[in-house]
Protein backbone atom coordinates (compact mmCIF):
# COMPACT_ATOMS: atom_id res chain seq x y z
CA UNK A 1 0.00 0.00 0.00
CA UNK A 2 1.18 3.36 -1.06
CA UNK A 3 2.09 5.45 1.94
CA UNK A 4 0.05 8.97 3.48
CA UNK A 5 3.07 11.18 1.96
CA UNK A 6 3.35 8.85 -1.61
CA UNK A 7 -0.24 9.08 -2.98
CA UNK A 8 -0.66 10.77 -5.78
CA UNK A 9 -3.90 12.29 -7.49
CA UNK A 10 -2.64 13.15 -10.97
CA UNK A 11 -5.00 10.81 -13.01
CA UNK A 12 -7.82 12.07 -10.99
CA UNK A 13 -7.17 15.56 -11.43
CA UNK A 14 -7.02 14.55 -15.31
CA UNK A 15 -10.45 13.27 -15.65
CA UNK A 16 -11.98 16.06 -13.20
CA UNK A 17 -10.72 18.15 -15.47
CA UNK A 18 -11.72 16.59 -18.82
CA UNK A 19 -15.39 15.85 -16.76
CA UNK A 20 -16.00 19.72 -15.69
CA UNK A 21 -16.02 20.21 -19.53
CA UNK A 22 -18.54 17.57 -20.24
CA UNK A 23 -20.30 16.09 -17.05
CA UNK A 24 -22.29 19.41 -15.36
CA UNK A 25 -20.72 20.23 -12.39
CA UNK A 26 -17.83 17.67 -13.16
CA UNK A 27 -19.56 15.12 -11.31
CA UNK A 28 -23.51 15.40 -9.56
CA UNK A 29 -25.42 13.28 -7.02
CA UNK A 30 -24.15 11.05 -4.24
CA UNK A 31 -20.61 10.07 -5.38
CA UNK A 32 -19.58 13.78 -5.80
CA UNK A 33 -16.54 14.12 -4.69
CA UNK A 34 -16.27 17.82 -4.89
CA UNK A 35 -17.52 18.44 -1.28
CA UNK A 36 -15.31 16.33 0.42
CA UNK A 37 -12.23 16.75 1.18
CA UNK A 38 -9.42 16.83 -1.44
CA UNK A 39 -7.91 13.96 -0.36
CA UNK A 40 -10.64 11.53 -1.22
CA UNK A 41 -10.45 10.49 -5.35
CA UNK A 42 -13.41 11.15 -7.64
CA UNK A 43 -12.73 8.41 -9.76
CA UNK A 44 -12.06 4.56 -8.99
CA UNK A 45 -10.36 2.06 -11.42
CA UNK A 46 -11.73 -1.46 -9.55
CA UNK A 47 -11.85 -3.61 -6.53
CA UNK A 48 -11.38 -6.82 -5.40
CA UNK A 49 -13.00 -8.66 -1.77
CA UNK A 50 -12.52 -5.83 0.06
CA UNK A 51 -10.00 -3.34 -1.36
CA UNK A 52 -10.51 -1.03 -4.41
CA UNK A 53 -8.43 1.21 -6.05
CA UNK A 54 -7.99 4.70 -7.26
CA UNK A 55 -7.70 5.58 -10.90
CA UNK A 56 -4.18 6.85 -9.45
CA UNK A 57 -3.57 2.88 -8.61
CA UNK A 58 -3.72 4.11 -4.46
CA UNK A 59 -5.22 1.38 -2.34
CA UNK A 60 -8.17 1.59 0.51
CA UNK A 61 -10.00 -1.03 2.43
CA UNK A 62 -13.29 -0.05 1.63
CA UNK A 63 -15.81 1.02 4.39
CA UNK A 64 -18.08 2.47 1.90
CA UNK A 65 -18.81 -0.64 -0.75
CA UNK A 66 -20.23 1.71 -3.07
CA UNK A 67 -22.28 3.33 -0.57
CA UNK A 68 -24.13 0.30 0.15
CA UNK A 69 -24.45 -2.56 -3.05
CA UNK A 70 -21.06 -4.56 -2.25
CA UNK A 71 -22.23 -6.56 0.77
CA UNK A 72 -19.87 -10.05 -0.14
CA UNK A 73 -16.93 -8.08 -1.29
CA UNK A 74 -15.79 -6.57 -5.33
CA UNK A 75 -15.51 -9.07 -7.89
CA UNK A 76 -17.42 -11.97 -5.28
CA UNK A 77 -16.33 -15.06 -7.60
CA UNK A 78 -19.88 -16.58 -7.54
CA UNK A 79 -21.92 -13.91 -8.27
CA UNK A 80 -19.52 -12.97 -11.47
CA UNK A 81 -19.75 -16.88 -12.66
CA UNK A 82 -23.89 -16.30 -12.56
CA UNK A 83 -23.80 -12.90 -14.42
CA UNK A 84 -21.06 -14.06 -17.00
CA UNK A 85 -23.28 -17.53 -17.59
CA UNK A 86 -26.71 -15.50 -18.26
CA UNK A 87 -24.79 -12.74 -19.88
CA UNK A 88 -23.73 -15.56 -22.35
CA UNK A 89 -27.03 -16.86 -22.81
CA UNK A 90 -29.03 -13.40 -22.78
CA UNK A 91 -29.59 -10.64 -20.77
CA UNK A 92 -31.84 -7.64 -22.08
CA UNK A 93 -34.07 -9.47 -24.18
CA UNK A 94 -38.35 -9.53 -25.61
CA UNK A 95 -38.99 -10.96 -21.89
CA UNK A 96 -37.28 -11.68 -18.85
CA UNK A 97 -35.38 -14.92 -18.54
CA UNK A 98 -36.47 -18.09 -15.96
CA UNK A 99 -34.18 -16.46 -13.84
CA UNK A 100 -36.59 -13.64 -12.91
CA UNK A 101 -39.00 -16.47 -11.22
CA UNK A 102 -35.84 -18.05 -9.18
CA UNK A 103 -35.23 -14.75 -7.60
CA UNK A 104 -38.91 -14.20 -7.02
CA UNK A 105 -39.15 -17.46 -5.09
CA UNK A 106 -35.70 -17.28 -3.33
CA UNK A 107 -36.67 -13.49 -1.76
CA UNK A 108 -40.26 -15.13 -1.01
CA UNK A 109 -38.63 -18.00 0.84
CA UNK A 110 -35.82 -15.64 2.40
CA UNK A 111 -38.02 -12.51 3.60
CA UNK A 112 -40.97 -13.45 6.22
CA UNK A 113 -43.48 -10.65 4.90
CA UNK A 114 -43.24 -11.50 1.28
CA UNK A 115 -45.30 -13.75 -0.98
CA UNK A 116 -45.01 -11.78 -4.43
CA UNK A 117 -42.02 -9.74 -5.76
CA UNK A 118 -41.79 -7.09 -8.34
CA UNK A 119 -38.18 -5.97 -9.62
CA UNK A 120 -36.77 -2.75 -10.88
CA UNK A 121 -33.25 -0.75 -10.83
CA UNK A 122 -32.89 1.40 -8.63
CA UNK A 123 -33.85 2.44 -5.17
CA UNK A 124 -36.33 4.99 -5.72
CA UNK A 125 -37.91 2.96 -8.27
CA UNK A 126 -38.87 0.83 -5.53
CA UNK A 127 -39.86 3.09 -2.94
CA UNK A 128 -41.84 5.14 -5.30
CA UNK A 129 -43.65 1.89 -6.66
CA UNK A 130 -44.44 0.76 -3.03
CA UNK A 131 -46.32 4.25 -2.67
CA UNK A 132 -47.86 4.07 -6.06
CA UNK A 133 -49.30 -0.29 -4.72
CA UNK A 134 -50.07 1.26 -1.28
CA UNK A 135 -52.29 4.05 -3.28
CA UNK A 136 -53.85 1.51 -6.03
CA UNK A 137 -54.89 -0.87 -3.28
CA UNK A 138 -56.28 1.54 -0.42
CA UNK A 139 -57.52 4.34 -3.57
CA UNK A 140 -56.39 7.04 -0.87
CA UNK A 141 -53.27 9.47 -1.41
CA UNK A 142 -51.68 10.29 1.86
CA UNK A 143 -48.40 8.90 2.63
CA UNK A 144 -46.64 9.62 6.14
CA UNK A 145 -42.80 9.94 5.75
CA UNK A 146 -40.12 10.63 8.90
CA UNK A 147 -38.69 14.50 8.19
CA UNK A 148 -34.87 14.31 7.34
CA UNK A 149 -35.22 10.57 5.74
CA UNK A 150 -33.99 9.59 2.31
CA UNK A 151 -36.13 7.15 0.15
CA UNK A 152 -34.28 8.31 -2.88
CA UNK A 153 -34.01 10.99 -5.79
CA UNK A 154 -37.15 11.41 -7.64
CA UNK A 155 -39.11 14.65 -7.19
CA UNK A 156 -41.33 13.83 -4.16
CA UNK A 157 -38.26 12.47 -1.87
CA UNK A 158 -35.18 14.20 -3.21
CA UNK A 159 -33.35 16.12 -0.55
CA UNK A 160 -32.72 19.21 -2.85
CA UNK A 161 -36.05 20.87 -4.31
CA UNK A 162 -34.35 22.80 -7.35
CA UNK A 163 -36.44 21.23 -10.22
CA UNK A 164 -39.19 20.51 -8.13
CA UNK A 165 -43.15 21.58 -7.44
CA UNK A 166 -45.02 21.98 -4.13
CA UNK A 167 -47.55 19.67 -6.20
CA UNK A 168 -44.44 16.94 -6.41
CA UNK A 169 -45.29 16.41 -2.23
CA UNK A 170 -48.60 17.54 -1.82
CA UNK A 171 -49.75 13.94 -0.85
CA UNK A 172 -46.98 13.48 1.89
CA UNK A 173 -46.94 14.21 5.76
CA UNK A 174 -44.40 14.45 8.33
CA UNK A 175 -43.40 12.58 11.34
CA UNK A 176 -40.22 12.51 13.50
CA UNK A 177 -38.75 8.84 13.56
CA UNK A 178 -38.98 6.81 16.73
CA UNK A 179 -42.31 9.77 17.94
CA UNK A 180 -45.45 7.74 17.57
CA UNK A 181 -47.31 10.60 19.02
CA UNK A 182 -46.30 12.72 16.19
CA UNK A 183 -46.74 10.08 13.63
CA UNK A 184 -50.66 9.46 15.54
CA UNK A 185 -50.98 13.33 14.44
CA UNK A 186 -49.89 13.15 10.71
CA UNK A 187 -52.34 10.29 10.82
CA UNK A 188 -55.14 12.67 12.06
CA UNK A 189 -54.47 14.93 9.73
CA UNK A 190 -54.45 12.64 6.40
CA UNK A 191 -57.77 11.60 8.07
CA UNK A 192 -59.46 8.91 5.71
CA UNK A 193 -57.11 9.30 3.35
CA UNK A 194 -54.05 7.80 4.38
CA UNK A 195 -52.48 5.49 1.69
CA UNK A 196 -49.32 4.82 3.57
CA UNK A 197 -46.58 5.11 6.27
CA UNK A 198 -43.07 4.72 4.83
CA UNK A 199 -40.07 4.54 7.51
CA UNK A 200 -36.31 2.94 7.49
CA UNK A 201 -35.24 -0.08 9.46
CA UNK A 202 -33.21 2.49 11.37
CA UNK A 203 -33.11 6.13 11.45
CA UNK A 204 -29.85 6.94 9.03
CA UNK A 205 -30.23 10.16 7.98
CA UNK A 206 -26.87 11.95 6.22
CA UNK A 207 -24.78 13.70 8.67
CA UNK A 208 -26.80 12.79 12.07
CA UNK A 209 -26.37 10.35 14.23
CA UNK A 210 -27.69 7.27 13.67
CA UNK A 211 -30.67 5.91 15.51
CA UNK A 212 -31.82 2.48 16.36
CA UNK A 213 -35.28 1.78 16.19
CA UNK A 214 -37.42 1.57 19.12
CA UNK A 215 -39.16 -1.72 18.65
CA UNK A 216 -42.46 -0.34 20.24
CA UNK A 217 -42.13 2.06 17.72
CA UNK A 218 -42.67 -0.21 14.88
CA UNK A 219 -45.28 -1.96 16.68
CA UNK A 220 -47.29 1.50 17.14
CA UNK A 221 -46.50 1.88 13.09
CA UNK A 222 -48.09 -2.09 12.21
CA UNK A 223 -50.75 -1.33 14.44
CA UNK A 224 -51.96 2.07 12.99
CA UNK A 225 -51.73 0.52 9.71
CA UNK A 226 -53.68 -2.75 11.01
CA UNK A 227 -56.53 0.14 12.44
CA UNK A 228 -56.70 2.30 9.44
CA UNK A 229 -55.80 0.00 6.18
CA UNK A 230 -53.06 1.96 5.60
CA UNK A 231 -49.88 0.18 4.06
CA UNK A 232 -46.43 -0.36 6.44
CA UNK A 233 -43.78 0.32 4.20
CA UNK A 234 -40.23 -0.61 4.86
CA UNK A 235 -37.75 0.97 3.18
CA UNK A 236 -34.68 -1.97 3.04
CA UNK A 237 -32.80 -0.35 0.66
CA UNK A 238 -29.78 0.41 2.19
CA UNK A 239 -30.05 -1.86 5.38
CA UNK A 240 -31.34 -5.14 3.51
CA UNK A 241 -29.58 -8.07 3.93
CA UNK A 242 -26.52 -5.93 6.00
CA UNK A 243 -28.26 -6.73 9.07
CA UNK A 244 -30.33 -9.84 8.87
CA UNK A 245 -30.99 -12.86 6.25
CA UNK A 246 -34.55 -11.56 5.44
CA UNK A 247 -36.32 -7.96 6.34
CA UNK A 248 -34.23 -5.55 8.85
CA UNK A 249 -37.26 -5.87 10.74
CA UNK A 250 -37.78 -9.71 11.62
CA UNK A 251 -35.73 -9.57 14.80
CA UNK A 252 -38.30 -7.57 16.49
CA UNK A 253 -41.06 -9.55 14.91
CA UNK A 254 -42.83 -6.33 13.04
CA UNK A 255 -43.62 -7.49 9.12
CA UNK A 256 -44.47 -4.20 6.96
CA UNK A 257 -47.10 -4.87 3.92
CA UNK A 258 -43.99 -3.65 1.13
CA UNK A 259 -40.56 -3.23 1.00
CA UNK A 260 -38.32 -1.56 -0.74
CA UNK A 261 -35.14 -2.87 -1.52
CA UNK A 262 -31.85 -2.18 -3.78
CA UNK A 263 -28.35 -1.70 -3.26
CA UNK A 264 -26.79 -4.89 -2.02
CA UNK A 265 -29.28 -7.30 -2.99
CA UNK A 266 -27.28 -8.22 -6.00
CA UNK A 267 -23.44 -7.27 -4.68
CA UNK A 268 -23.62 -4.49 -6.95
CA UNK A 269 -24.93 -5.45 -10.02
CA UNK A 270 -28.03 -2.90 -10.99
CA UNK A 271 -31.92 -4.50 -9.46
CA UNK A 272 -34.46 -3.39 -6.96
CA UNK A 273 -36.96 -5.08 -5.71
CA UNK A 274 -40.64 -4.52 -4.04
CA UNK A 275 -41.61 -6.96 -1.82
CA UNK A 276 -45.22 -7.69 -0.47
CA UNK A 277 -47.87 -9.25 1.04
CA UNK A 278 -50.96 -10.64 -0.41
CA UNK A 279 -52.82 -7.96 0.83
CA UNK A 280 -51.25 -5.75 -1.53
CA UNK A 281 -51.51 -8.23 -4.12
CA UNK A 282 -54.43 -6.82 -6.54
CA UNK A 283 -52.69 -3.66 -6.35
CA UNK A 284 -49.45 -4.56 -7.27
CA UNK A 285 -50.95 -6.02 -10.53
CA UNK A 286 -52.89 -3.25 -11.36
CA UNK A 287 -49.96 -0.58 -11.65
CA UNK A 288 -48.17 -0.07 -14.69
CA UNK A 289 -44.88 0.14 -13.74
CA UNK A 290 -41.88 -0.30 -15.89
CA UNK A 291 -38.32 0.37 -17.72
CA UNK A 292 -36.49 -0.56 -20.45
CA UNK A 293 -33.62 -2.41 -18.71
CA UNK A 294 -36.00 -3.52 -15.60
CA UNK A 295 -36.15 -7.25 -16.77
CA UNK A 296 -32.28 -7.38 -17.64
CA UNK A 297 -31.54 -11.57 -16.80
CA UNK A 298 -27.54 -10.67 -15.63
CA UNK A 299 -28.34 -8.64 -12.81
CA UNK A 300 -31.16 -11.05 -11.51
CA UNK A 301 -28.70 -13.87 -11.90
CA UNK A 302 -26.47 -11.92 -9.53
CA UNK A 303 -28.84 -11.56 -6.83
CA UNK A 304 -30.27 -15.26 -7.10
CA UNK A 305 -26.45 -16.07 -6.15
CA UNK A 306 -25.89 -13.06 -3.87
CA UNK A 307 -28.71 -14.17 -1.14
CA UNK A 308 -27.34 -17.75 -1.47
CA UNK A 309 -23.88 -16.75 -1.05
CA UNK A 310 -24.95 -14.51 1.70
CA UNK A 311 -26.30 -18.03 3.65
CA UNK A 312 -23.42 -20.03 2.89
CA UNK A 313 -20.80 -17.78 3.96
CA UNK A 314 -22.71 -16.62 7.24
CA UNK A 315 -22.11 -13.65 5.65
CA UNK A 316 -24.38 -11.46 8.16
CA UNK A 317 -22.39 -12.71 11.26
CA UNK A 318 -18.89 -11.58 9.44
CA UNK A 319 -19.95 -8.29 8.70
CA UNK A 320 -20.90 -8.11 12.88
CA UNK A 321 -17.94 -9.56 13.82
CA UNK A 322 -15.60 -7.12 11.56
CA UNK A 323 -18.12 -4.47 12.49
CA UNK A 324 -17.85 -4.86 16.20
CA UNK A 325 -13.81 -5.30 15.66
CA UNK A 326 -13.68 -1.85 13.95
CA UNK A 327 -15.93 -0.03 16.38
CA UNK A 328 -14.19 -1.35 19.21
CA UNK A 329 -11.02 -0.55 17.94
CA UNK A 330 -11.92 3.46 16.94
CA UNK A 331 -14.03 3.44 20.48
CA UNK A 332 -10.81 2.49 22.30
CA UNK A 333 -8.60 5.07 20.05
CA UNK A 334 -11.10 8.29 20.60
CA UNK A 335 -10.66 7.58 24.17
CA UNK A 336 -7.18 7.21 23.95
CA UNK A 337 -6.40 10.21 22.01
CA UNK A 338 -8.97 12.35 24.11
CA UNK A 339 -11.18 12.80 21.70
CA UNK A 340 -15.31 12.72 23.26
CA UNK A 341 -16.88 10.98 19.55
CA UNK A 342 -20.33 9.23 19.04
CA UNK A 343 -20.54 6.09 16.97
CA UNK A 344 -23.81 4.85 16.20
CA UNK A 345 -25.81 2.77 14.33
CA UNK A 346 -25.68 -0.94 13.52
CA UNK A 347 -21.75 -2.06 13.54
CA UNK A 348 -22.17 -3.31 10.13
CA UNK A 349 -23.15 0.03 9.01
CA UNK A 350 -21.64 2.91 11.68
CA UNK A 351 -21.23 6.51 11.88
CA UNK A 352 -18.72 8.59 13.53
CA UNK A 353 -19.10 11.84 14.61
CA UNK A 354 -17.21 14.36 17.27
CA UNK A 355 -19.18 15.97 20.04
CA UNK A 356 -19.64 19.45 19.23
CA UNK A 357 -18.39 19.24 15.96
CA UNK A 358 -19.23 22.43 14.49
CA UNK A 359 -19.88 22.15 10.26
CA UNK A 360 -18.87 18.63 10.44
CA UNK A 361 -14.91 20.52 10.33
CA UNK A 362 -13.33 18.09 13.13
CA UNK A 363 -14.85 14.58 11.51
CA UNK A 364 -14.02 15.94 7.78
CA UNK A 365 -10.76 16.22 9.00
CA UNK A 366 -9.95 12.78 10.23
CA UNK A 367 -11.94 11.09 7.76
CA UNK A 368 -10.00 12.69 4.88
CA UNK A 369 -6.77 11.94 6.94
CA UNK A 370 -7.74 8.15 7.56
CA UNK A 371 -7.95 8.32 3.28
CA UNK A 372 -4.49 9.39 3.26
CA UNK A 373 -3.73 6.17 5.03
CA UNK A 374 -5.89 4.17 3.07
CA UNK A 375 -9.33 3.47 4.90
CA UNK A 376 -12.01 4.45 2.83
CA UNK A 377 -14.38 6.19 5.35
CA UNK A 378 -16.84 8.94 4.98
CA UNK A 379 -17.25 12.20 6.72
CA UNK A 380 -21.13 12.69 6.50
CA UNK A 381 -22.77 9.51 5.64
CA UNK A 382 -22.54 6.27 7.32
CA UNK A 383 -19.76 3.25 6.50
CA UNK A 384 -20.15 0.08 5.03
CA UNK A 385 -18.73 -3.30 6.39
CA UNK A 386 -18.73 -5.80 3.54
CA UNK A 387 -18.64 -9.85 4.62
CA UNK A 388 -14.76 -9.60 2.52
CA UNK A 389 -12.65 -8.23 5.34
CA UNK A 390 -10.03 -9.85 6.79
CA UNK A 391 -8.61 -9.76 10.01
CA UNK A 392 -5.62 -7.89 8.23
CA UNK A 393 -8.38 -5.37 6.94
CA UNK A 394 -9.64 -4.41 10.13
CA UNK A 395 -5.95 -3.61 11.41
CA UNK A 396 -5.29 -1.79 8.19
CA UNK A 397 -8.19 0.37 9.04
CA UNK A 398 -7.44 0.75 12.57
CA UNK A 399 -3.81 1.81 11.98
CA UNK A 400 -5.10 4.58 9.56
CA UNK A 401 -7.58 5.58 12.03
CA UNK A 402 -5.34 5.86 15.05
CA UNK A 403 -2.55 7.85 12.25
CA UNK A 404 -6.06 10.22 12.23
CA UNK A 405 -6.86 10.59 15.51
CA UNK A 406 -3.01 11.35 16.15
CA UNK A 407 -2.99 13.60 13.14
CA UNK A 408 -6.19 15.54 14.75
CA UNK A 409 -4.65 15.62 17.98
CA UNK A 410 -1.47 17.56 16.67
CA UNK A 411 -4.27 20.10 15.39
CA UNK A 412 -6.92 20.46 17.89
C1 LIG B 1 -32.93 4.28 2.48
C2 LIG B 1 -32.80 4.57 1.02
N1 LIG B 1 -33.90 4.57 0.26
C3 LIG B 1 -33.85 4.81 -1.06
C4 LIG B 1 -32.65 5.10 -1.67
C5 LIG B 1 -32.61 5.38 -3.15
O1 LIG B 1 -31.92 4.39 -3.81
P1 LIG B 1 -31.27 4.68 -5.24
O2 LIG B 1 -30.17 5.66 -5.03
O3 LIG B 1 -30.78 3.36 -5.69
O4 LIG B 1 -32.36 5.21 -6.12
C6 LIG B 1 -31.47 5.10 -0.91
C7 LIG B 1 -30.17 5.40 -1.54
O5 LIG B 1 -29.22 5.71 -0.88
C8 LIG B 1 -31.56 4.84 0.47
O6 LIG B 1 -30.46 4.84 1.24
Given amino acids: MAGADKRTRTADRALRERARAVIPGGMYGHQAA ?9 FMRGGRGATVWDVDGNSYVDLMCSYGPVVLGHQHPAVEAAVAAQAELGDCQNGPAPVMIDLAELLVATVQHADWAMFAKNGTDATTMCCTIARAQTGRRRILVARGAYHGAAPWCTPRLDGTTAADRAN ?19 GDDLAGILASPFRHDASCDQE ?16 TGAALILDD ?20 DLSAWSKAIANGHP ?17 FVTGSFWFSAAAMAAAVATIRALRAEDAIAAMRRYGTEIAGGILAQAAAWGFEVNYTGPVQMPYLTFRDDRGHALVSEFSAEAVRRGAFIHPRHNWFVSAAMTGEDVATVLAATDGAFAALRKHH
Fill in 212 to 227: MVDPAFARGLRELCDA
Fill in 34 to 42: GSLPPEYPQ
Fill in 271 to 287: LAAVLGGDAFRDGASRV
Fill in 237 to 256: VRAGFRLHLGSSWEPIGVAP
Fill in 172 to 190: LGYFRYNDLPSVHAAAAEA
